[in-house]
Antibody
């Protein structure tokens, strides 16, 4: 069973960079897409971007100038960096695996999520 | 970006009821439509993919239908554990947008 665990600071100051890492266990990170999805308090889900295990990434256009997703296959980890954060970036951040089921690109495994608050 | 609109935003129902949730895409997404269930304080779980295919372990009371721009999730006989928030998601093109969610309440 694949398990994902987010780690990183729960509090980030405005204008600074949010950095999170996701550690994957139970399977190799190779051969899959790995995603970050966030959920502001009491709101819906927002897909931020993903990366393939070999390094090709894809981001939501409105966040593209501030987001970097990277992968470290030797550690079975992938990471999110979001720069110049504001209060609007306060959310629960989920790391997740995306894969194809009947040609549909689904999120089939999720981390438990970590709340990141942007505040001075 | 493709916009996904769910209706209703919230729905009150009782155990044993049949309920239907609708999801509309701002453009045709063929059959690239998935549904997720989220319970409070938990990560979402994949319920249905490619419109109507049930994820392993999902009870058969859940079903999906639709094509193009209009899709539905139905629950044939609500059980206590089904009270949750449901999200549709399009996987036709990046960014893989979600609907705003439908909260199913007792």
């Amino acid at each position: 069973q694949v398990q994902l665990q987010e780690s990183g600071p729960g509090l980030v100051k405005p204008s600074e960079t949010l950095s999170l890492t996701c550690t994957v266990s139970g399977d190799s990170i190779s051969g899959y897409y790995w995603s970050w999805i966030r959920q502001p308090p009491r709101k819906g889900l927002e897909w931020i971007g993903n990366i393939y295990s070999s390094g090709g990434s894809n981001y939501k256009s409105s966040l593209k100038s501030r987001v970097t997703i990277s992968v470290d296959t030797s550690r079975n980890q992938f990471s999110l960096k979001l720069s110049s954060v504001t209060a609007a970036d306060t959310a629960v951040y989920y790391c997740a695996r995306q894969t194809y089921r009947s040609s549909s690109f689904v999120v089939d495994f999720w981390g438990k999520g970590t709340l990141v608050t942007v505040s001075s | 970006d493709i916009q996904m609109t769910q209706s209703p935003s919230s729905l009150s129902a009782s155990v044993g009821d049949r309920v239907t949730i609708t999801c509309r895409a701002s453009q045709s997404i063929s059959n690239y439509l998935n549904w997720y269930q989220q319970k409070p304080g938990k990560a979402p779980n994949l319920l249905i993919y490619a419109v109507f295919s049930l994820q392993s372990g999902v009870p058969s009371r859940f079903s999906g239908s639709g094509s193009g721009t209009d899709f539905t999730l139905s629950i044939s006989s609500l059980q206590p554990e089904d009270f949750a928030t449901y999200y549709c998601q399009q996987s036709y093109s990046s960014p893989y947008t979600f609907g705003q969610g439908t909260k199913l309440e007792i």
